[in-house]
């Protein structure tokens, strides 16, 4: 984005910081009446690609750090779809797993939905918030008894970091992915917000942009959103 004067940068890392430690005091509490008490992750890799290996080493640090049983489920590029499943299933069948990720994208030999292996995780375990019943959940705003997608929950989290008063106001959301635009618009809107979503195809982005009191770019594109489209005073 373009330089804007007097602009606040909000930053991740100090609120990342809070929520890890509101973790960890939770799971240390827990084990002070049950001393056996240790929440399993179980992290489902497919491949070696190199970013998804930062990503995973990146979960299993933090996880351990935290007091999680993170389990790194590492899986060759050459397992078949079924094989996969199957490896979810047993996941979800194993009781000292309590959350379940599947790293996308999949870094396999032979073409695998990746939707179909999403849904394959129990929504009980589904801590990424991709399967359908959980989005569905989410779109209804049935927002107490099932998971979310991280990205959308980081982002507000930021926003309401920023002190805006989030009821009321209008929300443009750039982007409508299943993973962070969509989910983005859901969380938004059951918090009262009133929310425009756009895309890389919206004809008149700028012009919507500049009426947003809070704007997520969340499209995938660099620079596509200029801070000179941003109202001063928005989020």
Not at 81 to 90: D, M, Q, T, V, Y
Not at 137 to 156: I, W
Request: aromatic content about 2%; hydrophobic content about 35%.
């Amino acid at each position: 984005m373009d330089v804007i004067d007097e602009a606040k940068i909000l930053d991740g890392k100090v609120i990342s910081s809070k929520i890890k430690q509101n973790i960890k005091d939770k799971i240390d509490e827990k084990k002070k009446t049950d001393p056996s008490f240790k929440p399993g992750l179980a992290i489902v890799q497919v491949g070696n690609r190199d970013d998804s290996n930062v990503y995973v080493g990146m979960k299993v640090k933090t996880g351990t750090a935290l007091g999680f049983d993170a389990r790194h489920v590492k899986l060759p590029s050459s397992i078949t779809e079924s094989e996969l499943l199957n490896a979810i299933r047993g996941l979800n069948e194993d009781a000292d797993i309590h959350g379940i990720i599947v790293q996308l994208p999949l870094d396999c030999d032979e073409k695998i939905d990746s939707a179909k292996c999403t849904n394959a995780v129990s929504p009980v375990k589904d801590v990424d918030g991709l399967h359908e019943v959980s989005a569905g959940r989410l779109s209804r705003g049935e927002l107490s008894n099932s998971f979310h997608c991280c990205t959308p929950k980081g982002c507000l989290a930021l926003i309401k970091e920023s002190g805006i008063e989030i009821e009321g106001k209008h929300a443009v959301v750039i982007g409508r992915s299943k993973i962070v635009g969509s989910p983005m618009a859901n969380l938004l809107t059951w918090a009262n917000a009133t929310v425009t979503i756009c895309h890389s195809r919206t004809k008149n982005l700028e012009e919507m942009v500049k009426l947003g009191d809070i704007v997520v770019a969340a499209c995938g594109q660099k620079e596509l959103i200029k801070g000179s489209w941003i109202k001063p005073g928005a989020v």
